[in-house]
């Protein structure tokens, strides 16, 4: 996983109001989702293509990618 894939979970998790506002029960399986998206985006050269995704099962706060 890149340095701007694991800044832009960063950022997605601030915006959508920290750690806190995921379930506790979930905040592994939400991670595991995000980071294996975020890897599959990466290699499949679609990662810079996209402005953003919107994460339904977590929050309506669009994911914004780190370009």
Do not use: H, W
């Not at 995921?22 to 050269?45: P, T, V, W």
């Amino acid at each position: 996983m890149t340095d701007r894939a694991k800044q832009s979970i960063r950022n997605y998790i601030e915006d959508i109001g920290g750690i806190k506002a995921i379930m506790r029960s979930d905040r592994m399986k939400y991670a595991r989702a995000i980071i294996k998206l975020l890897n599959d985006l990466e290699e499949s050269g679609l990662y810079d293509k996209i402005t953003m995704q919107y994460m339904y099962g977590i929050s309506l706060k669009p994911f914004i990618f780190v370009k």
